[in-house]
C-alpha cells in the first residue's frame, strides 16, 4: 500500500536534547513537507523540499533541520534551540508538478518535552 | 502573505441536518487553489474537497460541497445529511498556484449530535 509513514508515534524529550523525527514515503513524490500543530493555531509550515537535496525554510523554520537525501525519506530535527518544542508534528508529500494536487499527509508524531 | 481565516472555532449540528463551514482568505494573487481537509479525532488529515479559483462552477463531492466567491475571497464548506462520522476538525487550506506551501486556517471543530 502506498502512504506515509511518520515513527515514532510518541516522543519524548529531555529539555536540552536534540530529537530526530521520521518520515517516509512510497508514493514517489517529489514535494515533502514538515508542519507544526498547536490547539487553536491549525497548521504551520516549518520546512518543505521540492527535490533531493533541496529544501527551503517555512515560517517557523528557527530551531529546526530538515535533509532530504533520498525522494522517499525528509526528516525533521528538533534541535534544543527550539524554546517551545512541545507539539503535533506533521508530515505530507505532494506531486509537485500541479499545484492543484493535493497534499497527503502522514499519522503525526506526538513530541513531548518533558 | 497569504492569510487564511476560519472565524467559527465550534460548530454543532443535528445527525442528518445541513451545516456550512466558513472560511475567508486573503491574497492579491488570481490563480490559486483552495481545500478543506478533515481531521477526525485519530489526527489523519484526509482532504474534503478542492476548488480552482479559476473554475466558476463550485465544487461538489457527494454530501459536501462549497460555495466559492472569489471577488469577496469565500470559501465556505456545506456539509449536507450530516453523519456522526463527520464529527472532526476541518481546516480550510490555500495554495498559490506560483508557490509550493500551503496556508492553513485555525481550524473548526464540528459536533454532530444524534
Known amino acids: 500500500d502506498g502512504g506515509i509513514t511518520q515513527s515514532p508515534k510518541y516522543l519524548f524529550r529531555k529539555e536540552g536534547q536534540n530529537v530526530t523525527l521520521s518520515c517516509e514515503q512510497n508514493?514517489?513524490?517529489?514535494?515533502m513537507y514538515w508542519y507544526r500543530q498547536d490547539p487553536g493555531q491549525g497548521l504551520r509550515l516549518i520546512y518543505y523540499s521540492q527535490i533531493v537535496n533541496d529544501f527551503q525554510k517555512g515560517d517557523i523554520a528557527e530551531g529546526y533541520s530538515v535533509s532530504r537525501e533520498k525522494k522517499e525519506s525528509f526528516p525533521l530535527t528538533v534541535t534544543s534551540a527550539q524554546k517551545n518544542p512541545t507539539a503535533f508534528y506533521l508530515c505530507?508529500?505532494?506531486?509537485?508538478?500541479?499545484?492543484?494536487?493535493?497534499?497527503?499527509f502522514g499519522p503525526g508524531t506526538r513530541l513531548t518535552v518533558l | 502573505a497569504q492569510t487564511v481565516t476560519q472565524s467559527q472555532p465550534e460548530m454543532s449540528v443535528q445527525e442528518a441536518e445541513t451545516v456550512t463551514l466558513s472560511c475567508t482568505y486573503d491574497?492579491?494573487?488570481?490563480?490559486?487553489?483552495l481545500f478543506w481537509y478533515k481531521q477526525p479525532p485519530s489526527r489523519q488529515m484526509i482532504l474534503v474537497i478542492r476548488?480552482?479559483?479559476?473554475?466558476?462552477q463550485n465544487a461538489t463531492e457527494n454530501r459536501f460541497s462549497v460555495n466559492f466567491q472569489k471577488a469577496a475571497k469565500s470559501f465556505s464548506l456545506k456539509i449536507s445529511d450530516s453523519q456522526l462520522g463527520d464529527a472532526a476538525m476541518y481546516f480550510c487550506a490555500y495554495r498559490s498556484a506560483l508557490l509550493s506551501d500551503m496556508r492553513f486556517g485555525a481550524g473548526t471543530r464540528l459536533t454532530v449530535k444524534p
Open positions: 476548488q480552482e479559483a479559476y473554475k466558476q
Open positions: 508514493l514517489n513524490h517529489d514535494a
Open positions: 505530507a508529500s505532494s506531486i509537485e508538478q500541479a499545484h492543484d494536487n493535493e497534499q497527503f
Open positions: 491574497t492579491s494573487e488570481s490563480d490559486y487553489y
